[in-house]
């Protein structure tokens, strides 16, 4: 299984609305030959570009690799949500890592926002960004737990910006009979990912940042002092090695396979809307995700267009008509759109892990490695970039913090792994219907 190439074509970003409303500029040159840096960095979606940019800010000399085109992953084809805090809320975090440690986890989920705000507006881009996320509680047996979190994060945290939603005010923040309360968190917001992702790539080329496009990693020596990364055309031998990819990683990494597990999820955007009926659905345009394993989430784009992510996956190739993938789900939250016309669907890959925290890791003694977002990588991985460069230029505090969070390696190894995925996404898309 190449997860490069089993549902993508190299060298092309996906077809899809984001796509579609980019101008993407002409290609960066494959590497060749023999190539020294300071500092290389495997992949070219917001952690390795974050960290390529950081470095170079701080006077390195940085190459970064792409298998295929920056924002080409991931990064370029997400729901788009800049989420506050990490992915597993505040209590949950307490208890696995201890009030203090979960404090830090805090501090560290906000600044991951401010930092991508911060990178968009450096760029010259506000990226569509829009303030506001909504969590929708599609069983009301969540409403005490949706309180109870409001009200733990304004009297432990000092953090004002989120409110309970109940059942009236959460069907007049999303239009739908699916959901009986929920959040909303003013702190979080949303944007145009494949422009974030761009924006980002030009920040990195104005560093110094020295970027090869189409050229895909075959083979890693990260055990060394001076770490090796080979390609079909070339050879970097730099200082410091910083892979960041996700749940494209491929299983170029044993280490990173088996704590990072790839999975797909579907987006649909739909035609423009009539104004009345999106002004019904979503009336203050804020991005929502719900309670279910498998989540449902989305937004209106500037234009009007429903964009919902959703629909289960049990195997690693994309099924074919992903817009019937999507429109089931669609359908569910929002019957007015049973019969929309929709006019763009796609699919991409996530990494997550085991306990749903982000995976760092020294790979040796000078390699690194940032992945596992589980769903939250506009936010997390743009910080993991700039932590791996701290980390890089000496300053390790974060980074080892971080690679001290739990997250255990999944069960049956590489051949296992996809039925038990699909054992998985069975059981839970079964539990979200109970």
């Known amino acids: 299984m190449d997860i490069l190439t089993i549902n993508d074509t190299p060298g092309q970003h996906a077809a899809s609305w984001y796509a579609a409303t980019v101008e993407a500029p002409a290609p960066k040159p494959r590497a060749e030959g023999d190539i020294r840096a300071d500092a290389v960095v495997v992949g070219g979606g917001y952690g390795g570009l974050t960290a390529a940019i950081h470095m170079a800010r701080a006077g390195l000399d940085v190459v970064l ?4 085109r920056l924002g080409s992953g991931a990064s370029g084809r997400n729901g788009g949500q800049v989420s506050t805090g990490q992915r597993l809320e505040q209590g949950d975090l307490e208890r696995i890592v201890g009030v203090e440690k979960a404090r830090l986890l805090w501090e560290y989920g906000c600044e991951a926002v401010d930092l991508v705000r911060g990178l968009c507006a450096e760029a010259g881009d506000d990226c569509d960004w829009r303030d506001g996320v909504i969590h929708a509680n599609h069983r009301d047996r969540y409403t005490a737990d949706s309180r109870a979190h409001v009200e733990h994060m304004r009297s432990h945290y000092n953090y004002d910006r989120i409110r309970f939603l109940d059942r009236d005010e959460i069907r007049h923040e999303v239009g739908s009979p699916d959901y009986h309360s929920g959040t909303l968190d003013m702190g979080s917001g949303h944007l145009h990912p494949l422009r974030y992702a761009l924006a980002l790539g030009r920040l990195a080329d104005a560093a110094g940042v020295r970027i090869f496009e189409n050229t895909r990693v075959t083979a890693v020596e990260a055990g060394t002092a001076r770490p090796r990364v080979s390609t079909a055309h070339a050879t970097i031998a730099a200082d ?3 892979m960041a990819l996700n749940g494209y990683h491929n299983n170029l990494e044993a280490r990173i396979a088996r704590r990072v597990m790839p999975i797909n999820n579907f987006i649909a955007v ?13 009336p203050n345009r804020h991005a929502v995700a719900d309670s279910r394993f498998v989540i449902n989430y989305f937004r209106l784009s500037p234009d009007n267009r429903m964009i919902f992510g959703g629909g289960e996956s049990y ?3 994309f099924p074919e008509d992903l817009e019937a993938k999507v429109r089931g789900p669609m359908a569910e939250v929002f019957p007015a759109l049973r019969e929309t016309k929709v006019d763009y669907a796609w699919g991409g890959t996530l990494g997550i892990t085991m306990s749903r925290l982000p995976h760092f890791a020294r790979l040796g003694p000078a ?3 940032v992945s596992g977002f589980s769903g939250q990588g506009v936010t997390l991985a743009t910080l993991a970039g700039k932590m791996a460069a701290e980390a890089v230029l000496g300053q390790a505090g974060r ?3 971080m690679a001290g969070l739990p997250t255990a390696p999944f069960p049956g190894g590489p051949l296992l792994r996809t039925p038990l995925l699909a ?4 059981w839970y898309a079964m539990r979200d219907r109970m």
């Open 240 to 242: 410091h090695l910083v």
């Open 65 to 68: 690799l792409d298998a295929s």
């Open 270 to 282: 739909t035609e423009p809307l009539p104004p009345d009926l999106a002004d019904r659905l979503i």
């Open 367 to 369: 390699a690194l490695t």
């Open 399 to 401: 980074f080892d913090l």
């Open 423 to 426: 054992a998985a996404m069975i």
């Open 315 to 317: 195997g690693y190739r």
